[in-house]
């Protein structure tokens, strides 16, 4: 008998070459042993554009109302997208207009095997990153002057009330920037963190720059320190977990001396660099996983690389293509695992188990794509992708049994 489920998940399919190994994933690796429940998205391009992108609020509307979803990646349109897709309308990133709607934040983890050893030696669990995803210098403005004069930072309350500063008494040409943020956002931020560590067992640390930053980055740190001895230490130290505030600079020198295993709450500039940084250093984009959470606990899980274009365009000429399904398929596994601990389901948490079990061994046998063969140490067979998801298959079939 397949395996039951009782709530279904948000399936949200894709473009391209994702959306092809989504189709693989699912009937080689979930319909021959899940009873599988999902409310289908088709948020591939195309019927974004049908529906002027209706679909995509409508999963999120879905995500909300069920909790947990699985998303494939989808293209975020652009210029060329406009014409190779006759397209309506530029279309906002799926990505942001979810964001958005669950107000989340975005943690991301590399999925690590013992033959990529990552550019750290002494890496050796996942550092995941939390990345605040509003604000800042992402919705900031500037402006460049081209003589001397007084810059100030004005702000006209709704009551009335007025704050002013001088930003500097300016001597010559120069530029200037306006950002903020908002304490709500601030405060899901931290939700959503406080939330994830104590979700997955992990210490918490979150940095900025509060000693040049003060009334800034301070903000960031006091709302962090109040939500969590509000609402989260007992459970932290209940848990025997920590949650460690420090300077940005000091986060990166202790991050590269860590043995990894915790999670890295980082201001929106930060996560972008950082993450970049981290998911590198441990090998490769197609080996990060990547989860939106809500402060009220929604999950949505998805892989954290693109759509992989390049590979698409050769799959359409009849070439087979050895791209990497692990981060897809970790995004089935974690989404799987989620329902089934929330419809208290045992045995949908041990399928994603063994599904990432299954993927893991595997890679361990030597049996990989081509993008990781160049980065592992040993005996390897490079496959394509349907070979590695027919092996998998094989492997899990086993485990089931
Ligand atoms: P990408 O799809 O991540 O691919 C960039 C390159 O990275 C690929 O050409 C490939 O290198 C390598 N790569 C990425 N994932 C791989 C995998 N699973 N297996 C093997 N190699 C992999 O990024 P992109 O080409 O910049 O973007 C393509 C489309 O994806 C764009 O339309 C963009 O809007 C969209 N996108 C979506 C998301 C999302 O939905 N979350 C995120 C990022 C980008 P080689 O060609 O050298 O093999
Ligand atoms: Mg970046």
Request: net charge neutral; proline share 3%.
């Amino acid at each position: 008998m397949k395996i039951q489920m009782k709530t279904p998940l948000v399936e949200m399919d894709g473009d391209e070459m994702t959306r092809i190994i989504w189709q693989e994933i699912k009937d080689k690796l979930i319909l021959p042993f899940v009873d599988l429940k999902t409310e289908y998205y088709d948020l591939g391009l195309v019927h974004r554009d049908e529906t002027e992108d209706k679909v995509t609020l409508d999963a999120a509307e879905a995500t909300k109302r069920l909790g947990v979803a699985v998303k494939c990646a989808t293209i975020t349109p652009n210029k060329q997208r406009m014409s190779e897709y006759n397209l309506k309308q530029m279309w906002k990133s799926p990505n942001g207009t979810i964001r958005a709607a669950l107000d989340g934040t975005v943690f991301r983890a590399p999925i690590i095997i013992d033959s990529i050893k990552p550019a750290v030696k002494n890496w050796k669990k996942p550092i995941t990153i939390a990345r605040h995803a509003y604000g800042d210098v992402y919705k900031s403005v500037d402006l460049k002057t081209d003589e001397p004069g007084v810059a100030e930072l004005v702000f006209t309350g709704k009551s009335g009330k007025v704050q002013k500063v001088v930003v500097q008494d300016m001597k010559g040409s120069g530029v200037l920037q306006g950002a903020h943020n908002l304490d709500s956002s601030i405060s899901s931020f931290a939700h959503a963190c406080f939330k994830f560590a104590l979700d997955s067992k992990q210490d918490l640390w979150f940095s900025t720059k509060d000693t040049i930053a003060k009334v800034y980055d301070g903000n960031f740190k006091q709302i962090f320190e109040d939500i969590y001895e509000k609402y989260y230490k007992a459970d932290f130290e209940k848990n025997g977990l920590e949650y460690f505030y420090t300077l940005i600079d000091d986060a990166v020198a202790r991050v590269i001396r860590s043995e990894g295993g915790y999670i890295w709450a980082c201001k929106n500039y930060d996560g972008d660099v950082m993450s970049d940084m981290v998911s590198t250093a441990f090998g490769s984009l197609a080996m990060m996983t990547s989860v939106l959470v809500s402060p009220d606990g929604k999950y949505e899980y998805e892989a954290a690389h693109g759509t992989v274009t390049k590979h698409y365009y050769k799959h359409l000429k009849g070439e087979t293509t050895s791209t990497n399904p692990m981060a897809t398929i970790f995004a089935w596994s974690g989404a799987f695992k989620k329902r089934g601990e929330l419809d208290n389901l045992p045995d949908l948490v041990a399928f994603g188990e063994k599904l990432e079990k299954a993927s893991l061994d595997t890679l361990k046998e030597g049996i990989m794509t081509k993008d990781l063969v160049s980065l592992a140490e040993g005996k390897t067979t490079a496959v394509n992708t349907n070979e590695f998801i027919t092996e998998i298959a094989k492997r899990l079939a086993k485990e089931l049994a």
